[in-house]
């Protein structure tokens, strides 16, 4: 499958469908990447026999460039899709054909110079409907040699057997073919040539190399093989673990993999010229095959790969960093990882291991993680946050997102995903930082400059799954990287629940425990990260709810039974590290779980979209009292990456300022209620491009939209509830009421130095009720720091539509260096006018903008009038004393008292 710019081939095709092995026959045999070819697939006898229609998909291996026409389904934009359609046709015998002519350059819409082999499968209209498998054509410019027996570069072959060797030309050549050196078959002035050749059997690696000769140009092709090995059987180093092992003295190390029922494996690579050698047969112990390499140089890269069973390469499933056949040409062209080495396509396929000894140690900065309760997590995903996507660029905004207060960062997966732009839930090398973003080491220090500003560093981390790429999957699976196969220790043959993605692991299996339990461990240890975001918790179940996800969200003790164990394991290596689930699952689950110390995602999103566009949807979800939970481990959010966008939702149906509005509005009934919380980044400047127009898709920064007055506005209002909630400590259960239902929402914080009131209308009409405070006395306006007496602690208060404020007992910090957010300055408890006295304008607080305004003298003289815009008006022309100004719409009129100095 095409490894494009979002992961939903990968969901649709690679995962959850079925592909059917057939190879396209193409005409010419031999072709340049301009010149015009028929792609032929014969589908007789096939799961794809049934198609009426089909499409071709075709991309770029290694180059991200992909057909226009790789749309699917392929209905949904039939005038793009059309040229990708096949002609379907019948044989005499009812065989079933589907023909497409085609010009690769044409088609792709790039330059030849950018295709040296296309790939390419037959699909039906929906990835649902079926597909082949992969088939990589190369570009034959020029002269060309193809060997089409012996297929690969390695073979393992039994005593004395004869061996087809079969070999053709572009155009006429001289043809020879050795063994280990000697020439056993010549012809001239042909295009073809064949030969057998009896095994030698002497239990040493023998090379077969065909070379083709037109007179100018001499092309080679090598085929190394030897008689199918049995490894000898020695105890495995002890202390020695799965993976890479480095030695002591750095000039070694022990590759250890774990492959129940494999006969052999080699360890080909850049030290033995991806050659087979007996020399780098790996030894067995049990189901664990193992081999020291020495005298590596210290410090020094090196690429490996593991031969299995003489058919399958794999990458090690334990390594640290990952060399791509598809990934890393875009990576070194665009410079994301200096120095990187290039992917070694001439000698080998599929994912190549790096190791290096000699690694040094990184110096950490001391950080205490602050406490499970005041969490304020930023979510981001590093591929949208900046243009640069790297992890460089977040360090470079640490700075503002420690202006904002947050105290925590959960990044979205950055292990070793498929593909480049993703959102990284398609894993598929747990230990390896993914490239694109940059180095392992400006991880590190983005972690440490993080710890530096008092921001912790959680994970988003996916082990619900693991996509095709990924080695435990490609050990025992249907193809190259199709489903697992009942031999796979690791991984379900089909899935248990009904929205699983990619490969669904067996977490009972003590091979998926040892796993997990390695990956858990390793970034705690390694990138001294402070904890994790369990992507699909609900799926770590064995239980089958596959046609039921009503039973799939039922309480499952077998599934406790797993978070505990997975939780153990980690508080074991880390005590205090944080542990995310997003599970939703029956809330009596749930409880349990956050009584044994596990926090667990809670999605307010719809809950607080409604109550954002006027309705009375209550919000005592938000609260974990309110669920019946003791502990304060409910991490609630109005956005999360999964979840559309309060701006835009809100927007659909009103304008920008409302949404703002509105959105101010929701966020203080948000950051107000105890517990962790949770944002989605720019949610505090008013993020406003739709989710689900292109769901995966990359989305627009709008950094930009900090210098809009209105949106900086939004942006204070996050920073300093955000700061209260953090420093303070007045935000606490122990002080918390609140009244979250109807269209008139309050919260009281009766905390022992300060009372906190908060009120808000959520209507789009104005409502009146009335309000009791904690306390007679003199009240302050928590953001202007106005004051305003309350003699009665029941108060009759008109709100306007959307309006709300947060009164205070005492004076206290906003954390906003005096800036205004809702220009309320109260001297009486409603609507404002302020500064008063002044002496060139004032402004009026809450919603009155664009209402009509009138200013009279004493004698009620009408002096001038006009439509209230930007809440300013200009009296710069008035001379000193006492004037009334009324304000008047549809819902209500005020008139206050001003003094002009």
Known sequence: MKFNLTIICFLLSLCLFGQTSIDPQIEPEFFSADEEITITYDVTATSLQSFQEAWIWMWVPGKGIDAPSN?????????????????????????????????????????????????????????????????????????????????????????SESLSIEARTSETATIEIFVDGGLIESTSNVTSL??????????????IKITATN?????????????TPTPSSETLPLETRDGINCGEDNTSVTLALRAPNKEHVFVIGDFNDWSLSNEYLMKKDDEVFWLTLSELTPGEEYLFQYLVDGELKIADPYAEKISSQFDDAEIISDNRYPNLKPYPGSETSEAASFLRTNKSDYVWEPFTRPQKEDLVIYELLIRDFTEERTFEAVINRLDYLQDLGVNAIELMP????????SWGYNPAFMFAVDKYYG??????????????????????????HQFGRNSLVRLYNEGLYGNPTSENPWFNTTPKHDFNVGYDMNHESQYTKDYVDRVVTYWLEEYNIDGYRFDLSKGFTQRNSLGNVSLW???????????????DVIWAEDPSAYIILEHFAENREEKELSEYGMMLWGNM??????????????????????RGWSDPHLISYMESHDEERLMWEVQKSHGLNYSLER??????????????????????????????????????????YLEEVNRKKLFDLYKSIINLKVKSGYINEQYFHWSPSGLVKTINIDHPEVSIYLIGNFDDEAQTSTHKFSKPGTWYDYFTGASFEVTNPSVEVTLGAGEWHIFTSELIENYIEDQEITLSSPQSLNEIIYPNPTDNEVRVSGTWNHSNYYITDQTGRVLFSGTLKDQTIDVSNLNSGIYFLTLENQARKLTETIVIR
């Open 215 to 227: 007179g100018s140009e001499t092309l080679v092709k090598n085929h190394t093989y030897t008689i």
């Open 553 to 567: 969200g039922q309480y499952d003790a077998s599934r406790i039974a797993i978070w505990k164990r997975i939780a």
């Open 71 to 159: 749309i699917n389904p392929a209905s949904s934009n039939s005038s793009a899709t059309n040229p990708a359609k096949f002609t379907r046709s019948t044989g005499n015998s009812g065989e079933v054909y589907f023909s497409l002519t085609l010009t690769p350059t044409e088609f792709l819409n790039t330059s030849a110079e950018n295709i040296e082999s296309i790939g390419m499968l037959l699909k039906g209209n929906d990835w649902s409907d079926g597909q082949t498998t992969d088939y990589i054509a190369q570009i034959n410019d020029g002269f060309s040699l193809v060997v089409d027996n012996p297929s690969g570069n390695y073979g393992f072959y039994n005593s």
């Open 663 to 704: 959105a101010k509005l929701a966020t203080a009934f948000f950051l107000t209620v105890p517990g962790p919380k949770l944002i989605w980044q720019f949610g505090e400047f008013g993020y406003d491009e739709e989710l689900n127009n292109d769901r995966l898709g990359i989305k627009p920064t709008h950094w930009e």
């Open 194 to 207: 064949s030969t057998t050749h009896t095994i030698i059997d002497d239990g040493n690696v023998h090379e």
């Open 414 to 421: 950055v292990q070793e995903f498929e593909g480049n732009l």
């Open 605 to 626: 999103n719809h809950t607080y979209i409604n109550a954002a566009k006027g309705s009375s949807a209550s919000l005592s979800q938000t609260y974990y009292v309110d």
């Open 439 to 464: 180095t392992e080491l400006d991880f590190k220090t983005l972690v440490n400059e993080a710890h530096k500003r008092g921001i912790a560093i959680i994970l988003d981390i996916v082990l619900n």
